[in-house]
């Protein structure tokens, strides 16, 4: 079955910052051991025969050990789930039993998912069959995840700031000007990858317009050949908007020629020209 573009962006943001899967067991109430660093490993975790199980984002945790090398303290599997899926409730034991028994250290494994209720129903107990053998997923639905105000903590834990304005970003304009703002603090091209990531996830809501239209303002710095395509897709649903507001019939073939240029020079003058004509052949006089 194909990954979905959002499940991919789910597991980069916590590829791309594993602490983050730290700090969201914390607040689930889990005793994270202290720790020198946190790295990606392997998502293998193996399985005689043809199936093959891999879990979504796989971190380890680790510290100074008896002889004061950097010991394997703890294992994270991050699993993002979008729809309710049965067959879950017999794998991911199974993905926590092949870390724990391939690093012989604790494991924990924190699930991920972008709807609430798709979290709510994850978050049952998954019993083994063996007496007392129970697994109890961690669970982190929109309600668990911080609505990041402060552009500081977006420049600092910019995957935090996505993962926020995935969540909330429909509904607070704040979230949203925090992560167009705190962004400026990273790279370009970065910044550029993240602001991607968030239009994916609030794609076809009101969040994704808002923070559109905050990338159309002067104070917007990211250059890139995505962000200058945002920005003509803006600029042609605004000639499409007037001429619908005018009453000016837009056939298909029209409605294409204009929403796929990327010239902005083109749609400025067709955003003049729509104010005025009162026939759409009128728009591509020159």
């Not at 899926?85 to 926590?96: A, L």
């Not at 991607?196 to 905050?214: I, P």
């Not at 005018?246 to 902005?264: L, M």
Request: glycine fraction near 8%; charge should be negative; charged fraction near 30%.
């Amino acid at each position: 079955m194909a990954i979905s573009a959002e499940h991919q962006i789910y597991a980069e943001l916590f590829a791309d910052a594993p602490d983050t899967a730290v700090d969201f067991l914390r607040g689930l109430g889990v005793d994270v051991p202290d720790y020198d660093r946190s790295e990606v490993t392997s998502c293998d975790l193996g399985h005689v025969g043809p199936v093959e199980r891999r879990s979504d984002v796989a971190i380890m945790l680790r510290g100074p050990g008896p002889a004061d090398s950097p010991d394997k303290l703890m294992g994270i599997i991050v699993e993002v789930q979008r729809d309710e899926k049965e067959r879950k409730r017999f794998t991911w034991p199974e993905y926590v039993a092949a870390l724990r028994s391939r690093h012989e250290c604790p494991v924990a494994l924190l699930t991920v998912c972008p709807g609430q209720a798709v979290a709510d129903w994850y978050a049952e107990p998954i019993r083994l069959g063996h007496p007392g053998f129970v697994l109890r997923p961690l669970v982190v639905g929109p309600s668990g995840i911080p609505a990041v105000t402060d552009p500081e903590e977006v420049g600092r834990r910019p995957s935090l700031g996505v993962l926020s304005a995935a969540a909330h970003g429909g509904q607070d304009m704040d979230v949203l000007k925090a992560l167009h703002t705190g962004l400026d603090a990273i790279d370009r091209e970065r910044a550029a990858k993240y602001i991607g990531f968030t239009l994916n996830l609030l794609a076809k809501t009101e969040g994704q317009a808002a923070l559109e239209e905050l990338m159309m303002t002067d104070t917007y710095e990211y250059s890139s050949a995505w962000t200058e395509s945002l920005k003509a897709e803006g600029e042609a649903r605004a000639v499409l908007r007037v001429l619908s507001k005018r009453g000016i019939d837009v056939p298909e073939k029209a409605r294409r020629r204009i929403s796929g240029c990327r010239d902005h020079d083109q749609l400025d003058a067709w955003l003049d020209r729509s104010v005025t004509i009162t026939h759409i052949d009128q728009l591509f006089d020159e």
